[in-house]
T-cell receptor
Framework: NAGVTQTPKFQVLKTGQSMTLQCAQD?????MYWYRQDPGMGLRLIYY???????DKGEVPNGYNVSRLNKREFSLRLESAAPSQTSVYFC??????????FGEGSWLTVV | QQQVKQSPQSLIVQKGGIPIINCAYE??????FPWYQQFPGKGPALLIA?????SEKKEGRFTISFNKSAKQFSLHIMDSQPGDSATYFC????????????FGSGTRLLVRP
């Protein structure tokens, strides 16, 4: 049971570099999400996709773009990384927006 | 704007104690209130959830108490164990936010042997 799989697990970027975080789920869920987790801030929603073909902004979308490639995959792109984007990123999925299943996280450091 | 406020930020109890974590929300359209548990290096996992039609829900040693009029809900862990040491997040969704969970800031719990 893979559940929600994120890659890469760890990444170090230089300021201004770009990168894409990949996410795939094998639970046939309609909805997918990207959250970031920072100390003392909890989990903040960056973008979500309620269903295949749709994406919407969450609480903190600035500096990010997303692509819902198909029902299984939802990627997060940083076009020009900034130190403020140093964080742990979690991809998640759900059937109806209630029980959300999270991946194991991607640790990103921007220097 | 923090729609779900969680306290305390950290909590230390002895084994067998009953830690209580509190959350308050602002949006009266919220109708789903889960608690997530996160161990270091892992993603959060659903622990227990409640809807506003009941005031209390128990699952094993974990209990959610819900006060709709006060817009507050809390997690109680009975007979806490060192294995319960983790970070706990409350969350809420509903209304215009039905597709997205809004999380509290988290509580780091340490249960001493």
């Amino acid at each position: 049971n893979a559940g929600v799989t994120q890659t890469p697990k760890f990444q170090v970027l230089k300021t201004g570099q770009s990168m894409t975080l990949q996410c795939a789920q094998d639970m046939n869920h309609n909805s997918m999400y990207w959250y970031r987790q920072d100390p003392g801030m909890g989990l903040r929603l960056i973008y979500y996709s309620a269903s295949e073909g749709t994406t919407d902004k969450g609480e903190v979308p600035n500096g990010y773009n997303v692509s819902r490639l198909n029902k299984r995959e939802f990627s997060l792109r940083l076009e020009s990384a900034a130190p403020s984007q140093t964080s742990v990123y979690f991809c998640a999925s759900s059937t109806s927006g209630n029980t959300i299943y999270f991946g194991e996280g991607s640790w990103l450091t921007v220097v | 704007q923090q729609q779900v406020k969680q306290s305390p930020q950290s909590l230390i109890v002895q084994k067998g104690g009953i830690p209580i974590i509190n959350c308050a929300y602002e949006n009266t359209a919220f109708d789903y209130f889960p608690w997530y548990q996160q161990f270091p290096g892992k993603g959060p996992a659903l622990l227990i959830a409640i809807r506003p039609d009941v005031s209390e829900k128990k699952e094993g040693r974990f209990t959610i108490s819900f006060n709709k009029s006060a817009k507050q809900f809390s997690l109680h862990i009975m007979d806490s164990q060192p294995g319960d040491s983790a970070t706990y997040f409350c969350a809420a969704s509903g209304g215009d936010s039905s597709y997205k969970l809004i999380f509290g800031s988290g509580t780091r719990l340490l249960v001493r042997p």
